[in-house]
Antibody
Framework: EVLLVQSGTEVKKSGESLKISCRASGYSFTTYWIGWVRQMPGKGLEWMGV????????KYSPSFEGQVTISADESISTAYLQWPSLKSSDTAKYYCARRDVSGRMPLDSWGQGTLVTVSP | SYVLTQSPSVSVAPGQTASITCGGDQIGTHSVHWYQQMPGQAPVLVISFDRDRPSGIPERFSGSNSWNTATLTISNVEAGDEADYFCQVWDSSRDHVVFGGGTKLTVL
C-alpha cells in the first residue's frame, strides 16, 4: 500500500524557519515525483513545486520560486518543504502528493496534510 | 499562465445528477484529473485522464472533456458525496500543475 505520512502540526512565529516532511512507503521512492500543494484557510489548492528524489531535481511554481525549498533524502524515503523565514501569510495546510514520471499523470496518493500556523 | 475556471458551488437533491464543470482554453487537448476533498481531509483522486475511475471509486462518478469544458458527473448523488471538487491539468508550457478554483457540492 502506498502511504505518504506527513509531519505534525506546527505553530511558529513570523521570521522563524521551518522544515516539514513527507515520508513515503509502499513504492520505489526514487521513481516517482513528490509534489507540494498549499491550501490556505477556506481556499483552493495551489501547486508549489515538485521534486524527483532519484536525482533531487526540483521545479517550482513561479509563485513560490525563491520563497521555499523542496528537497528529498533518498536514504529515508522522505521529502521536505522548508521556509527560511516564515510570514503570517504562510499560514495554511500543506499537502505532499505522489506523481508518476510524466507531468500528464495525476496526483494519485496524498499525505494527510501538515497544518502550519504563523503568528505575527 | 493557464487558467481553469470552476463554478464556486453546485446544489443537487439526493438521487439526482450533479454536473461540475471546469473551463479552460482548449482544455479538450489536455488530460484532466478530478479530486474530491471532504471537509478536513486530504484530496482523493476520483477521475483521471478525463474519464478513468481509479480503483475503489464508484461507477456513479464519470468524466468527459471536449473543446473548452471538462465535466465531472456524479449520478444518483448521495449525502456522502458532499465535498469540494477540484479539476487539474498539467501546463506543459510551464511544466507545472494547475488546479481549478474548486466547486463545493451541496446535497440538499
Amino acid at each position: 500500500e502506498v502511504l505518504l505520512v506527513q509531519s505534525g502540526t506546527e505553530v511558529k512565529k513570523s521570521g522563524e524557519s521551518l522544515k516539514i516532511s513527507c515520508r513515503a512507503s509502499g513504492y520505489s521512492f526514487t521513481t516517482y515525483w513528490i509534489g507540494w500543494v498549499r491550501q490556505m484557510p477556506g481556499k483552493g489548492l495551489e501547486w508549489m513545486g515538485v521534486i524527483y528524489p532519484g536525482d533531487s531535481v526540483a521545479k517550482y511554481s513561479p509563485s513560490f520560486e525563491g520563497q521555499v525549498t523542496i528537497s528529498a533524502d533518498e536514504s529515508i524515503s522522505t521529502a521536505y518543504l522548508q521556509w527560511p523565514s516564515l510570514k503570517s501569510s504562510d499560514t495554511a495546510k500543506y499537502y505532499c502528493a505522489r506523481r508518476d514520471v510524466s507531468g500528464r499523470m495525476p496526483l494519485d496518493s496524498w499525505g494527510q496534510g501538515t497544518l502550519v500556523t504563523v503568528s505575527p | 499562465s493557464y487558467v481553469l475556471t470552476q463554478s464556486p458551488s453546485v446544489s443537487v437533491a439526493p438521487g439526482q445528477t450533479a454536473s461540475i464543470t471546469c473551463g479552460g482554453d482548449q482544455i479538450g487537448t489536455h488530460s484532466v484529473h478530478w479530486y474530491q476533498q471532504m471537509p478536513g481531509q486530504a484530496p482523493v483522486l476520483v477521475i483521471s485522464f478525463d474519464r478513468d475511475r481509479p480503483s475503489g471509486i464508484p461507477e456513479r462518478f464519470s468524466g468527459s472533456n471536449s473543446w473548452n469544458t471538462a465535466t465531472l458527473t456524479i449520478s444518483n448523488v448521495e449525502a456522502g458525496d458532499e465535498a469540494d471538487y477540484f479539476c487539474q491539468v498539467w501546463d506543459s508550457s510551464r511544466d507545472h500543475v494547475v488546479f481549478g478554483g474548486g466547486t463545493k457540492l451541496t446535497v440538499l
